[in-house]
């Protein structure tokens, strides 16, 4: 089983839609997690942690379930600029390595 | 405030010959991580690094690579005797000292090809 497993995509949405991406982890005593967002050919940038409790950022709201070993992300009002591959990320261990997924694809069109 | 920084930005080898990659954190911060990228992956830890030590090489091949982050100047990434399997994407992070490495900052990456 992967580390961190995500759906590749793509994900071919309308601008306004709403559209969600999960993922799941396979390392139970993980703590921190995240999603970055990664342009083409371009570095990943952080997008937000997701916390236990649920955390929204604007248009984005990240969840994480733990007994489920799952995460997700929901983009509500989709822009032509969330256009890019999203990368679920869990921190690996006390030393501080980044576990990603292979990340999902989003393309929003007009 | 300038970001991580990495240079060269593109590279082109031939096979077996060495490839150095150079990674600048941003300033204040002491800890350094390498990154792979190959073609349609995702992002693979390699290495991190803290001023002279290094930390956690479990990511690193057991051949041809190698890393340091010297007390002065940049962390360097070498490849020697490079194949055409080395051909990828290689991003350095950095973060703050005191923390977990929760806050990586990535730098733009150096793009390897072997010819």
């Known amino acids: 089983r992967k580390e961190v497993e995500q759906d590749p995509g793509p994900f071919n949405v309308p601008e306004g839609a709403t559209v969600a991406f999960n993922c799941t982890y396979s390392?139970?005593?993980?703590?921190?997690f995240f999603w970055y967002r990664q342009d083409c050919r371009k570095e990943p940038k952080l997008l937000m942690s997701?916390?236990?409790s649920g955390n929204e950022d604007g248009r984005f709201t990240a969840q994480l379930n733990r007994a489920s070993q799952y995460i997700s992300l929901l983009i509500r009002d989709s822009k032509l600029s969330d256009s890019a591959t999203y990368l679920c990320?869990?921190?690996?261990?006390?030393?501080?390595?980044?576990?990603f997924g292979k990340g999902t694809k989003l393309s929003v069109k007009p | 405030n300038a970001g991580v920084m990495q240079n060269p930005r593109h590279l082109v080898r031939r096979r077996g010959q060495e490839a150095r990659l150079r990674c600048s954190p941003m300033k204040g911060h002491s800890h350094v991580y390498w990154y792979r990228q190959l073609p349609e992956e995702g992002l693979k830890f390699m290495v991190y690094?803290?001023?002279?030590?290094?930390?956690?090489e479990s990511g690193m091949p057991k051949e041809r690579f190698s890393a340091e982050f010297p007390k002065e100047g940049p962390s360097i990434l070498r490849i020697q005797q490079v194949v055409r399997g080395d051909s990828a994407a290689y991003f350095c992070a950095s973060s703050p000292p005191g923390g977990a490495g929760e806050t990586q900052y990535f730098g733009p990456g150096t793009r390897l090809l072997v010819l």
């Open positions: 690094l803290q001023k002279e030590n290094i930390i956690d």
């Open positions: 990320v869990v921190l690996g261990g006390s030393q501080g390595n980044l576990i």
């Open positions: 997701v916390y236990s």
């Open positions: 390392n139970s005593a993980s703590q921190s």
